[in-house]
Each structure stands twice: as C-alpha cells, then as structure tokens.
C-alpha cells in the first residue's frame, strides 16, 4: 500500500574511506527518483561521504551527516550505539536503509534501529566476503540469522552478495535485486571527448588501459601492476590510468617505481569525470579479489571500453558481450597475454543500449526503488 505522504528515508553508509560505489549510487538515485514523494538524507558513522555533492543534495532537500566515530575499534560499536541511538531519537523517519558489506556493522545498526521504533528496516548487501578472512567468515556465518530479528527487508546487488549477507532461506523468500543502475547517456561512448581527454592526459598515441576504484587489498591493485607490466613488456606503447586514491596508494606507487613504469602509469587520484576518463581507455580492468556489483563494470561496459575483470566477481556482471572474466590464479603473464589476444577494435556506439536493455539505467532503477519504498510491506 502506497504511503499517503512524502517519505523520509535515511541512508546509512559504514564506509569512512569517501566518496565510492556505493556513494555514487545512492546519490545518482537520489537525483533521479521523484523527490515530490520521497526525500532522503545521508548518514555515515565518521565524517560524511557525500562530501563533493553536498551543494547538490542539499538543494534537493536532502542533509548530510556525521556521528563523528573514528575507526577506533574498542569504542566504535559503544560510540555508534549511543550517537545513533540519540540521533533517531530526535528525527523522524519512515525508513532506515543501511548500504554496508558488513554484516555485524549491519546487524548493529539494524538492532539500534528498531530499538529506536523505526517501522521499517532494509539492510542491502553491497559486496562479496573475502574468502581468505576464514575467522571473519565464520563470525558472519553464525551472525547472519540475527539480521531477521532486526530487518523488515532484504535487499542485494547480486547474487554473491545476497549469498554472503543472509541465510539460505532469506535469500530464498525474502531478497530483493536492485540493480546498481547508472547514468546511462552520460558514460555512452563519445569520439570528441575521447580525442580530447587522450591530449589532456598526453596518451594520444597509446593503448591506454585503465582500472577505478580505491587502493584497497580488495581491489588488488598490486596485481593490476604485474599485470600491467606484463603488458608493457609485450606492447611498449602501452599506457596506465588509474583513478581512485586509498591506503595502499604509497605500495602501489613504489611498486610501479620498481617495476620502472614512472613514465607509463598515470594517477589521477579522485575524480568525478570518470564517465569522460573511460574515454579514453581501450581497455578496463578490475581484478578485485572480492566485490558485491562494481559500478564502474557498468560504467565501463556502457562506454564501450572491453572490460576484464576477476572471476571473482558475479558473472551477473556481464551485461554485454564486451566483457571477459579472468581466474587470478592463472597470474598476471597469462592475464596479459589473454588480455592483449582477445582484444578487437569495435564500434562502441552500441554498447549503451545493451546496457539500458538490461535494464540498468538509472531512472529504472529509481523507479523500481520507490515502488518498493512505497509498498510499506514485508518483503
């Protein structure tokens, strides 16, 4: 049943590491879904993530906010009971969606939620568990029951998400895909941009490669340099571009210095024109160890760019015919050789529309996220 008056719904991010996917999602959906019926605002345990879109969420009614708790992990979970626990106190929401890959993170702010009153509660599982990390899994697997104390509703990304989140019988009766939609017609594929953002990063006359995302052991970016190493050594005209920054940004670029690649790898840093930086890439790599959805596969695949990511990640990934999945095991020669061989010049121009096809733009996304919002029933 439809709710008779606008919604509050508040955003719940654990990560403390900036602006990233899951950012990204949460604030493309916010812009595109019908604000005259819902409104959201963002929370997320330290400072905000949402910092480099404050100005634009803030003019579509939207607040940000920070309960100020370092990642001090004696206190931590004290802290967030009692600054959540007086936060919900003084606002009034209808719902509380809580965006984490982690599972005790999610059942404690599920718990303090619906200690608070909140009516309805959606934990939605975002990434993969690292399957090296055997004493975590463990922990989740005997937590995972917990969450259907707490949460009203279920949400994924994908299928290895919902897998590694809740129990079998949840994921069986009660989840709920919502696909990580992007904007579309921003990342299709444009020549002008491409020649133009080739001069801006002086790689005009190189086969550029490109990988986005934050320098974490999750994303592997240790192995994207072997890898790419690899690749240089068989085509020298070959380019790297990497966007994102994080804690292992100092390994990374010692081992780029190492390798000798100073002068074929270029770093970015942050950036919020990646749908014009894979412009210029001809090919994309992601050769995370763990993810639950990587936007950016999307974003790639819809600019065209031929995207090759780990095995890794969910299969439900490959949305065109563009893609290729490879085993990290096999190492980085066989990756770069498999890399360069399957390569093929293509028109990109098609790729956006396969993508929206399958339904992931934006706008169907928000759509389908509201219809759900509204329904205020258990899933």
């Not at 997320?44 to 634009?56: I, K, N």
């Not at 990374?252 to 210095?257: D, E, L, N, Q, R």
Request: aromatic fraction near 8%.
């Amino acid at each position: 049943m439809a709710q008779d008056h606008k919604l509050r719904v508040l955003q719940i991010n654990a990560s403390t590491k900036g602006y990233g996917g899951v950012s990204a999602i949460l604030f493309n959906i916010y812009k595109h879904i019908d604000r005259s019926r819902v409104t959201f605002d963002f929370l997320s345990p330290d400072e905000t993530t949402y910092e480099v879109c404050r100005d634009e969420i803030e003019a579509m009614g939207g607040h940000l906010y920070g309960l100020g708790i370092h990642r001090n992990k004696l206190l931590n979970k004290f802290l967030l009971s009692k600054r959540l626990s007086a936060f919900l106190r003084e606002h009034d929401y209808d719902i509380v969606h809580i965006n984490s890959g982690a599972l005790l993170y999610n059942l404690q702010v599920a718990a303090i939620a619906k200690r608070c009153g909140i009516k309805r509660i959606i934990v939605h599982a975002h990434s993969t568990l690292d399957k090296s990390k055997k004493l975590k899994n463990l922990m989740v697997k005997i937590a995972k029951p917990l969450l259907n104390l707490f949460a009203t509703d279920f949400f994924t990304c994908s299928d290895k998400a919902a897998q590694d989140m809740f129990t079998a019988k949840t994921v069986r009766d009660k989840v709920v895909t919502v696909k990580n939609g992007i904007e579309t017609e921003r990342f299709a594929f444009n020549s002008a941009v491409r020649s133009r953002m080739r001069e801006e990063l002086g790689v005009d006359d190189k086969f550029v490669i490109c990988s986005v995302g934050r320098f974490d052991p999750k994303k592997n970016q240790l192995f994207l340099i072997e890898c790419f190493k690899e690749m240089h050594e068989l085509n020298p005209e070959t380019a790297l571009v990497l966007v994102g920054s994080g804690e292992l940004e100092n390994a990374i670029k010692s081992k780029v210095k190492a390798s000798g690649l100073e002068n074929d790898v270029l770093f970015l840093g942050m950036r919020m024109d990646v749908n014009e930086i894979l412009q210029a890439a001809d090919i994309f790599i992601l050769p995370s160890i763990a993810e639950g959805y990587p936007i950016v596969g999307v974003e790639s695949q819809t600019a065209g760019v031929f995207t090759v990511v780990s095995s890794n990640i969910t299969a439900e990934l490959g949305i065109t015919d563009n893609i290729l999945f490879l085993d990290l095991d096999k190492g980085a020669h066989f990756w770069a050789e498999t890399i360069l061989q399957s390569y093929e010049c293509r028109s990109r121009d098609e790729y956006r529309l396969q993508v929206v096809e399958r339904g992931y733009d934006i706008k169907d996304t928000s759509e389908a996220l509201l219809k759900i919002y509204e329904e205020n029933v258990r899933i």
